[in-house]
């Protein structure tokens, strides 16, 4: 209500308890306020009666909501269920206009506002979180893969030439795909093995841009967010490569923002050298539902290039899901899930089966399965099997010799970035949101699960005749056990 309907309500209501009313309406208005005019995440997150009072605000800005609206488009915001419509609060005409995602659209005010303050709020984000260089961003409605296929599509219009895209090499589908969706030829980089790391192979990836040229390169693709043994490309090293022969340089950083380390190679990237754009996934960052992305860069001109490349309005629901999570948390509630992840700090030393050392890989650890592999491949990926059908989701069992074929191209060891590391392994990632009650239950049901395995291997060995061993293979599985517990607690640290 406005000031003259509170005045108004006076002649009904006792104006001491109307005035009281008003002073909690302008509490609403004040945050708002703030939220308009810096355009930033606010510091403390706001009540969920706040976010539903702008919510609504901004849908009555829409012409869909209009009282006495006579749309007679073929897109005017018509909603069949009344349950479809409350989800979305009513928001739905989308975001952008068919020639540019983050174009205002003239019957849509309230969802405009909606799109312009995310990217304001979100931008803000990227900063905090250790890209202070950032220019710019938006929220695209597409997943990490299919986002990198936008800047893909983008960066053709400026080197209509190029044919390849140099990928240092991580085993995972959609970031492969990603290029060859966009019509380009990844030339996969071998990643050599350092220690227990698999880290980037700089030598062959200038060799590689001088046998082809670097302008038949439409970029380079490179990586922060991975799983170990594999650790975040040497993003500084790749951006000095970049500026020197004038190649773009487009990095996936699909879970990198609750890393501080994976932001500040970004930053650091940046700084000495060539970064064009940085993509995020929006559900493994903000614990929102699947489906969106942030596209970031220091060139303010170029991100609005690829925002103009999307063809068509796309989806609100996206920007919906990460502003009402982030108006909810505050930029201090983010933080402090950011910093839960290192909460469980040095509760225990290391014994029993091998941690591998990735001191580079921020999210995400890995420990060697060596006493499983003694009992054949089928050992270790029975236990894979073994956490999934408990419902232990997101532990990779990594076993030796896989190969994949993804669309013609044949991965050796795949799964494990290498065509052939020196041991099978178990590895987790300290997402945010993880608690220590998630790893309580996780250890729990781990530890059924080995018991479960070396008692068939002590089972086994009995009926071969050597159940000497028997002791061994109990005491590998308690050590085992045992060291699955740290891994998980490190992964705080």
């Known amino acids: 209500m406005n000031i003259q309907n509170f005045s108004l309500s006076e002649k009904l209501v006792s104006a001491s308890y109307v005035r009281q009313g008003l002073q909690a309406r302008r509490g609403h208005e004040q945050l708002v306020r703030v939220l308009l005019q810096q355009g930033k995440c606010p510091e403390e997150g706001w009540s969920e009666s706040t976010v539903e009072l702008f919510l609504n605000e901004l849908a009555v800005m829409d012409s869909n909501n209009f009282l006495g609206n006579c749309g007679v488009g073929e897109r005017e915001g018509r909603v069949a269920s009344g349950l479809v419509a409350r989800r979305h609060y009513r928001l739905i005409h989308g975001i952008g206009r068919s020639g540019d995602i983050a174009a205002v659209q003239p019957k849509a005010a309230g969802s405009s506002l909606l799109n312009k303050i995310t990217n304001s709020v979100v931008l803000d984000v990227l900063k905090f979180t250790g890209v202070r260089s950032v220019s710019s961003c938006f929220v695209v409605p597409m997943a990490t893969g299919m986002s990198l296929t936008l800047c893909f599509?983008?960066?053709?219009?400026?080197?209509?030439?190029?044919?390849?895209?140099?990928?240092?090499?991580?085993?995972?589908?959609?970031?492969?795909?990603?290029?060859?969706?966009?019509?380009?030829?990844?030339?996969?980089?071998?990643?050599?093995?350092?220690?227990?790391?698999?880290?980037?192979?700089?030598e062959e990836v200038e060799r590689k841009i001088e046998e082809l040229g670097a302008e038949n390169f439409l970029c380079v693709h490179s990586t922060t967010s991975?799983?170990?043994?594999?650790?975040?490309?040497?993003?500084?090293?790749?951006?000095?490569?970049?500026?020197?022969?004038?190649?773009?340089?487009?990095?996936?950083?699909?879970?990198?923002?609750?890393?501080?380390?994976?932001?500040?190679?970004?930053?650091?990237?940046?700084?000495?050298?060539?970064?064009?754009?940085?993509?995020q996934s929006l559900d493994k960052n903000f614990m929102?539902?699947?489906?969106?992305?942030?596209?970031?860069?220091?060139?303010?001109?170029?991100?609005?290039?690829?925002?103009?490349?999307?063809?068509?309005?796309?989806?609100?629901?996206?920007?919906?899901?990460?502003?009402?999570?982030?108006?909810?948390l505050g930029a201090n509630g983010y933080k402090k899930l950011l910093a839960e992840r290192k909460e469980l700090s040095a509760l225990a030393e290391r014994h029993g089966e091998r941690l591998l050392h990735t001191p580079h890989n921020p999210i995400s650890l890995a420990m060697s399965l060596n006493h499983l592999q003694t009992h054949g491949t089928a050992a270790v990926t029975q236990l894979?099997?073994?956490?999934?059908?408990?419902?232990?989701?997101?532990?990779?069992?990594?076993?030796?010799?896989?190969?994949?074929?993804?669309?013609?191209?044949?991965?050796?060891?795949?799964?494990?970035?290498?065509?052939?590391?020196?041991?099978?392994?178990?590895?987790?990632?300290?997402?945010?949101?993880?608690?220590?009650?998630?790893?309580?239950?996780?250890?729990?049901?781990?530890?059924?699960?080995?018991?479960?395995?070396?008692?068939?291997?002590?089972?086994?060995?009995r009926e071969s005749g050597s159940p000497a061993e028997d002791v061994d293979d109990q005491t590998q599985a308690l050590a085992l056990s045992n060291n699955l517990l740290l891994l998980f607690i490190s992964l705080f640290c």
């Open 153 to 202: 599509l983008t960066l053709r219009h400026r080197r209509p030439g190029a044919r390849f895209i140099l990928w240092p090499r991580i085993d995972q589908k959609s970031c492969f795909k990603s290029m060859l969706t966009a019509g380009f030829e990844p030339v996969v980089i071998e990643n050599v093995l350092e220690g227990d790391e698999l880290r980037t192979n700089l």
């Open 226 to 279: 991975c799983f170990a043994p594999r650790v975040p490309d040497r993003l500084e090293e790749l951006a000095v490569l970049c500026a020197k022969h004038d190649i773009p340089h487009i990095v996936n950083n699909a879970y990198g923002m609750q890393s501080s380390k994976c932001m500040h190679l970004i930053q650091q990237g940046a700084r000495v050298g060539r970064i064009d754009a940085f993509v």
């Open 288 to 328: 929102v539902p699947v489906g969106g992305a942030i596209i970031a860069g220091f060139d303010e001109n170029f991100i609005k290039e690829i925002s103009k490349m999307y063809p068509g309005r796309a989806s609100a629901s996206p920007s919906l899901d990460v502003l009402i999570t982030l108006l909810t």
């Open 384 to 461: 894979g099997s073994m956490l999934f059908t408990r419902q232990v989701s997101g532990a990779r069992v990594v076993p030796l010799g896989v190969e994949q074929t993804v669309s013609g191209h044949t991965f050796r060891g795949f799964m494990s970035h290498a065509d052939a590391y020196p041991c099978p392994y178990l590895n987790a990632a300290s997402a945010i949101g993880i608690t220590r009650d998630d790893i309580t239950l996780c250890i729990k049901r781990l530890d059924k699960c080995l018991k479960s395995l070396s008692k068939e291997a002590c089972a086994e060995k």
